[in-house]
């Protein structure tokens, strides 16, 4: 089998939220929050899913000048720096490299615009260009994006050059006929009020609505096109319990290491298969 180049794409301000690579407060003691990043390098190094890809870039789009990414990164910074937290150890390795040497930055500048403006829809296209050309001179094959907190446009419209080749590994489960279907960046919160019997009806006031309790939520790897997680399932895991006081950092725990992990092992497994 032909290893497949693989590149990962987060945002780094996504993971922050997470604690990742920190322990975080678990009922009545301490659990290491492991990141999704450093868990795919666990799977390459450790097991058979390094044979099928080669890791061959980690790509962020935070902006080092932007006041909102500086105070949501504030504990990590930008790059791992001694006496610092980082997202991960600062030794990890994957297939022989260290992973910082594989960081790289490709920042989504336009979000200091105002939305809608011509200024904005030029800049998304400007990132998607910078993009793109960062993932041709990786000569990447496969991309998988996790919590990257953008929504691309020309990058996977069918006919792309990367149609199909971009993947997404979302928190939660994104077929819309589940009665588990939890889209967007408040998956995990959704799920959360679900297991209370609350349906949040507006995110910036937290005004909820009674709703049937569902005690259950997943993960989801799935191709991705121009809409909010609504691509084409290609594996999902449906295997998170969730108790009514859970806090988020619990349930993120729980979902990271009963779902997305899984789906995101076992999803990258199967597309080796397909080829």
């Known amino acids: 089998m032909t290893k497949k180049n693989l590149v990962y794409v987060w945002s780094l301000r996504n993971a922050a939220a997470d604690k990742a690579g920190q322990p975080v407060a678990y009922k009545d003691h301490e659990r290491y929050m492991k990141s999704v990043l450093e868990f795919l390098v666990g799977s390459l190094n450790d097991t058979p899913l390094g044979e099928a890809y080669h890791l061959v870039g980690v790509v962020y789009d935070d902006d080092e000048q932007n006041p909102r990414d500086q105070q949501l990164v504030a504990d990590y910074g930008f790059a791992c720096t001694p006496g610092r937290p980082w997202l991960y150890p600062a030794d990890l390795r994957v297939q022989g490299r260290l992973v910082n040497d594989l960081l790289l930055s490709v ?152 779902s997305l992990f899984p789906a995101l092992h076992e999803g990258l497994e199967l597309l080796a298969l397909k080829g």
């Open 107 to 258: 920042p989504s500048t336009y979000r200091r615009l105002p939305r809608g403006s011509a200024e904005h829809i030029a800049g998304k296209q400007d990132f998607e260009r910078r993009l793109y050309d960062t993932l041709v001179e990786l000569k990447a094959d496969i991309v998988v994006l996790d919590g990257l907190l953008v929504i691309l446009d020309e990058l996977v419209r069918p006919g792309a050059p990367f149609a199909r080749r971009i993947m997404n590994i979302h928190p939660g489960i994104t077929r819309i006929e589940s009665p588990y279907e939890r889209r967007g960046a408040y998956a995990t919160w959704n799920a959360l009020y679900g297991a209370r019997g609350q349906a949040v009806v507006d995110w910036a006031t937290r005004a909820t609505t009674p709703c049937e309790p569902l005690y259950l939520t997943g993960a989801s790897f799935h191709y991705v096109d121009n809409g909010i997680d609504s691509g084409e399932v290609f594996h999902d895991v449906l295997k998170t319990e969730i108790s009514p006081d859970d806090t988020i950092l619990e349930l993120r725990w729980n979902n990271f290491n009963n």
